[in-house]
């Protein structure tokens, strides 16, 4: 349906993770609950080896971990250090549960066009490296 989604809960199992931010990684225990096969993507310029979760892959082979340049994609297009979309945009291409056409129809319909079609652009780069898994995983 269209209503917005309000409930503020926590997910306690969820099926993917998005890190925004790679100082969380050993801060918090970020991946307890995580589903065995779920995909993580993180907010990182560094290969997903470089990060440190030897251990975690170690310990639960099946999670896809990826790593993706959000920021500096966003600084690119956007100007400003926003990885929202660009998570956002390489969510849709990793889970293949929404497309890049309604990514950007989202952007446009929220967005003033100028704001909506520089989003847009890293939207379109982060699915692109995404979907083609031209990202560290």
């Given amino acids: 349906d269209d209503r917005p989604i309000r409930p503020r809960e926590p997910v306690m199992e969820p099926d993917a993770l998005i890190v925004q931010d790679t100082t969380l990684l050993h801060q918090v225990d970020l991946f307890n609950g995580v589903r065995p ?22 310990r ?12 500096d994609i966003a600084v690119r297009h956007v100007g400003r250090a926003v990885p929202n979309v660009p998570l956002l945009a390489a969510f849709a291409a990793l889970t293949r ?9 989202a ?13 847009a652009a890293a939207a379109r780069e982060a699915y692109a490296r995404a979907a083609g898994e031209g990202v560290h995983a």
């Fill in 107 to 119: 952007l446009r319909d929220k967005f003033a066009p100028r704001i909506a079609e520089v989003n």
């Fill in 97 to 105: 549960l929404i497309g890049i056409d309604s990514v950007i129809a």
């Fill in 60 to 71: 639960r082979p099946q999670l896809r971990i990826v790593a993706l340049p959000a920021t």
């Fill in 37 to 58: 096969a779920a995909i993580v993507l993180i907010n990182s310029t560094r290969p997903v080896e470089d990060l440190g979760l030897e251990s975690l892959q170690q």
